[in-house]
């Protein structure tokens, strides 16, 4: 079982910056990609920010690209998403995934608690 343990969000006015990171623990071989997904009121959830391949492949929403991004620190299975030039748009609840390659299992699916990030005046 791996669990993902999610922390920064908040609010914050438009212009800022915030950064969400996620922790994976667990019963993990390896991590195969890490991403970020956000889910606005009364909307689908969508993907922000995806990584993969230790950091060799990464993929934005292009509603964020060149204002978000995002990185790995490999030795503990943590992704960060840093969050510059805030929208109001941003505005949602942010979810860590992550699909990992278990210590003599498959490949598991798991999601984060979500983060709320607002942005507003």
């Known amino acids: 079982q791996v669990q993902l343990e999610e922390s920064g969000g908040g609010s914050v006015q438009p212009g800022g910056s915030l950064r969400l990171s996620c922790a994976a623990t667990?019963?993990?071989?390896?991590?195969?990609?890490m991403g970020w997904y956000r889910q606005a009121p009364g909307k689908q959830r969508e993907l922000v920010a995806n990584?993969?391949?230790?950091?060799?492949?990464?993929n934005y929403a292009d509603s964020v690209k060149g204002r978000f991004t995002i990185f790995m620190d490999n030795p503990k299975n943590t992704a960060s998403l840093e969050m510059n030039s805030l929208k109001p748009e941003d505005t949602a609840v942010y979810y860590c995934?992550?699909?990992?390659?278990?210590?003599?299992?498959?490949?598991?699916?798991?999601w984060g608690q979500g983060t709320q990030v607002t942005v507003s005046s």
């Open positions: 995934r992550a699909d990992v390659y278990e210590v003599g299992g498959g490949l598991v699916g798991s």
């Open positions: 667990g019963n993990i071989f390896v991590i195969n990609n």
């Open positions: 990584i993969a391949g230790g950091g060799s492949r990464i």
